[in-house]
């Protein structure tokens, strides 16, 4: 039996699936080490999506072709978005590499680890169509959450993106598979479980009459005893529904917090990129969103340089950042990505875009300090999260924030904490976008 490193890269789908490869490599009665130095195999899952994803990637593969070369791991095997973008290049151009598998072969992850072993090379790419098979994981998220993967690949085709060329078509997992892994991580100890696919409000619409579940999967999400937290990722606009709303509304165990991606509120723009809706309905659909739901928090991803964005579709874009005041927004700058149609049409200059997106940055950290600044003197439910041992304070989060992506709150206590404890804090300040605040005792609320 060998030792075996990995490497996650990437988004919490990819995590999920690298987790899913530790399992089954753990079951055939492999080590799976924290630390690849050392190993026998080191397992590198990457993403491929877009530029800075790749040059991270390729950084990894490099740095552990350098471990390989001093003699401190034995062979590399490449897994995911980018090597199922790049099947022949990788190989040829980083001869390092002992072996690759496509977003389709994850389920032969132990078959290729013990032909590497055998000194062989791997070179699989499965059906990026076929559908999901059930496995267990090895959980390599904090012990209080936990992300659940509800389907695989998209069918939205939008205009700049790649990834249904990467991860296939749409294929939900039947909805009581998705609920035996739930239980499973409630058993486990998860309090917060974070409900993920490249489009979570799809779901079900593959399956049998073609319906939207995903309102009936939360619901029965929050029978579940175990979780105190619910959170919904990657609900696109056009598919959330007066059904959806009502749950989300209505079921004390979902956080009122939605990640709608909207990329950009322009409507020629959005009709470029194959995007449905338009601007004024995504102004609609805000406005009905905070008035059914109060209290809720939006996150959304919007891209600066997308094709046929001037100056004036730039300052509209400003103008409602502004407007909206989203209490959660990642910018990007448009990444022309071969393979899409995006790439082909006339796009700002680079620089132009990156400079956008700057503008858009500090707009949003604007908007981002006034509301940190609101919460201060409100008392707050959080997540304890963990100790920092620097700053001698435990931390947690709130439930507008989102593990990795979103802020912290540093806690003050007179007692020790627990990690995946609820505790409720007074807000007192903000530091560096973080907020901070003192543990009070719920009687004295």
């Known amino acids: 039996?060998?030792?075996?490193?990995?490497?996650?890269?990437?988004?919490?789908?990819?995590?999920?699936?690298?987790?899913?490869?530790?399992?089954?490599?753990?079951?055939?009665?492999?080590?799976?080490?924290?630390?690849?130095?050392?190993?026998?195999?080191?397992?590198?899952?990457?993403?491929?999506?877009?530029?800075?994803?790749?040059?991270?990637?390729?950084?990894?593969?490099?740095?552990?072709?350098?471990?390989?070369?001093?003699?401190?791991?034995?062979?590399?095997?490449?897994?995911?978005?980018?090597?199922?973008?790049?099947?022949?290049?990788?190989?040829?151009?980083?001869?390092?590499?002992?072996?690759?598998?496509?977003?389709?072969?994850?389920?032969?992850?132990?078959?290729?680890?013990?032909?590497?072993?055998?000194?062989?090379?791997?070179?699989?790419?499965?059906?990026?169509?076929?559908?999901?098979?059930?496995?267990?994981?090895?959980?390599?998220?904090?012990?209080?959450?936990?992300?659940?993967?509800?389907?695989?690949?998209?069918?939205?085709?939008?205009?700049?993106?790649?990834?249904?060329?990467?991860?296939?078509?749409?294929?939900?997992?039947?909805?009581?598979?998705?609920?035996?892994?739930?239980?499973?991580?409630?058993?486990?100890?998860?309090?917060?479980?974070?409900?993920?696919?490249?489009?979570?409000?799809?779901?079900?619409?593959?399956?049998?009459?073609?319906?939207?579940?995903?309102?009936?999967?939360?619901?029965?999400?929050?029978?579940?005893?175990?979780?105190?937290?619910?959170?919904?990722?990657?609900?696109?606009?056009?598919?959330?529904?007066?059904?959806?709303?009502?749950?989300?509304?209505?079921?004390?165990?979902?956080?009122?917090?939605?990640?709608?991606?909207?990329?950009?509120?322009n409507s020629r723009i959005l009709d470029l990129m194959n995007r449905r809706g338009n601007g004024d309905f995504l102004r609609e659909l805000f406005d009905t969103l905070r008035s059914r739901i109060p209290g809720l928090v939006i996150r959304t991803s919007i891209i600066a340089g997308l094709p046929g964005e001037g100056e004036e579709e730039f300052e509209e874009l400003c103008a409602f950042l502004r407007q909206q005041r989203l209490p959660r927004v990642g910018a990007f700058a448009f990444s022309p990505e071969e393979g899409t149609e995006a790439a082909k049409m006339e796009y700002p200059a680079p620089e132009v875009a990156a400079r956008r997106a700057e503008i858009l940055e500090l707009i949003q950290s604007e908007i981002m300090d006034a509301y940190n600044a609101s919460m201060i003197g409100k008392t707050l439910e959080v997540l304890v999260e963990a100790y920092d041992a620097e700053n001698e304070q435990y931390y947690g989060r709130t439930y507008a924030d989102s593990p990795d992506i979103d802020g912290r709150v540093w806690l003050a206590c007179d007692e020790p904490l627990t990690e995946g404890e609820f505790v409720m804090a007074c807000i007192d300040g903000c530091v560096d976008g973080d907020l901070t605040g003192y543990v009070v005792e719920e009687e004295n609320i």
């Open 1 to 265: 039996m060998a030792n075996i490193g990995f490497i996650s890269l990437g988004c919490a789908k990819n995590q999920v699936d690298c987790e899913r490869m530790m399992y089954r490599v753990q079951e055939a009665g492999h080590t799976i080490c924290p630390d690849v130095v050392g190993c026998d195999v080191v397992v590198i899952n990457t993403c491929g999506f877009i530029d800075s994803a790749k040059a991270e990637a390729i950084d990894y593969i490099l740095s552990t072709a350098g471990l390989k070369a001093e003699g401190h791991v034995g062979k590399i095997l490449v897994t995911g978005c980018l090597s199922q973008r790049y099947q022949e290049e990788i190989l040829k151009e980083m001869p390092e590499v002992d072996g690759i598998l496509g977003t389709g072969s994850f389920t032969e992850i132990v078959p290729a680890i013990e032909a590497l072993l055998e000194g062989r090379q791997v070179v699989c790419f499965g059906s990026i169509d076929a559908p999901e098979q059930e496995t267990d994981r090895v959980l390599t998220t904090p012990e209080p959450y936990a992300y659940i993967k509800i389907a695989e690949g998209c069918d939205n085709r939008c205009a700049y993106c790649i990834i249904p060329a990467l991860r296939g078509k749409y294929r939900s997992r039947a909805m009581d598979d998705v609920l035996y892994e739930a239980r499973l991580l409630a058993a486990r100890g998860v309090k917060e479980l974070l409900v993920v696919a490249q489009d979570t409000s799809r779901y079900g619409t593959d399956l049998g009459d073609g319906k939207r579940l995903l309102p009936e999967l939360l619901r029965q999400l929050c029978r579940i005893e175990g979780f105190h937290w619910i959170r919904v990722h990657y609900v696109y606009p056009d598919e959330i529904d007066d059904e959806l709303i009502e749950v989300i509304a209505n079921e004390p165990k979902i956080v009122k917090y939605l990640d709608i991606p909207i990329q950009h509120c």
